[in-house]
């Protein structure tokens, strides 16, 4: 028996009931991704020495220049190479998780015909001028995993934060969680017509 929605093609599915469970879910994500986000943040800071200077440092950085940050200081100052394992373990899921979550959140549009695909289709504007725009495929139980994943990344970040700043140095957890799928994006070249000058409207 087919449990799918049967609603044929919708051009706005992020508007139907049927996908209000998953549009929560990725409100959950939004929110579990910007703890992970803070507290690899924090661990930086710690590592730099000091809240103010870590965090004037860190405000004019994207996140593969924190990642790249990060990395270097546990090389430099973490003298416990399984905790130097487990950093690359997480900068490596910071990385996946925030691009999946990149193409949910800032999709502009939510296709959905089960008979083409069994997966909504996620529609986001292209920085490629060569594509008119790019799109994945993903269901609630893709956002979910990534929403697992995002919240694990926080509490283990959150221990090693804990490991540096309390005298009793407890010990974090060094068991790697699953990562998500990657989300795979599928750009749409523009064709001749978009992208020739002359085809433009005057």
């Not at 590592?47 to 200081?73: C, E, I, P």
């Not at 089960?114 to 060569?130: A, D, I, Q």
Request: charged fraction near 20%; aromatic fraction near 10%; glycine fraction near 4%.
């Amino acid at each position: 028996m087919n449990d799918e929605p049967d609603i044929g093609f919708f051009p706005d599915y992020h508007e139907h009931e049927d996908f209000q469970p998953a549009m929560l879910a990725l409100s959950h994500l939004v929110v579990q991704w910007n703890w992970a986000e803070h507290n690899f943040n924090v661990l930086l800071w710690q590592y730099v020495g000091d809240f103010n200077t870590g965090s004037m440092y860190t405000a004019g950085l994207g996140n593969q220049s924190r990642a790249d940050a990060l990395l270097a200081l546990a090389r430099l100052h973490e003298k416990d190479g399984e905790i130097v394992d487990r950093i690359l373990f997480s900068i490596k899921a910071f990385g996946r998780i925030k691009d999946n979550r990149n193409a949910l959140v800032h999709a502009h549009s939510v296709t959905y015909h089960y008979s083409e695909e069994p997966k909504p289709r996620w529609v986001r504007g292209s920085k490629n001028p060569k594509n008119i725009h790019v799109y994945c495929f993903a269901d609630i139980s893709d956002i979910v995993s990534n929403l697992d994943a995002a919240c694990q990344l926080a509490m283990f970040l959150g221990e090693i934060m804990v490991y540096y700043a309390s005298p009793l140095r407890p010990k974090p957890s060094l068991a790697k969680f699953p990562l998500p799928d990657s989300l795979v994006p599928h750009p749409v070249p523009r064709t001749e017509r978009e992208a020739s000058p002359q085809s433009r409207p005057e």
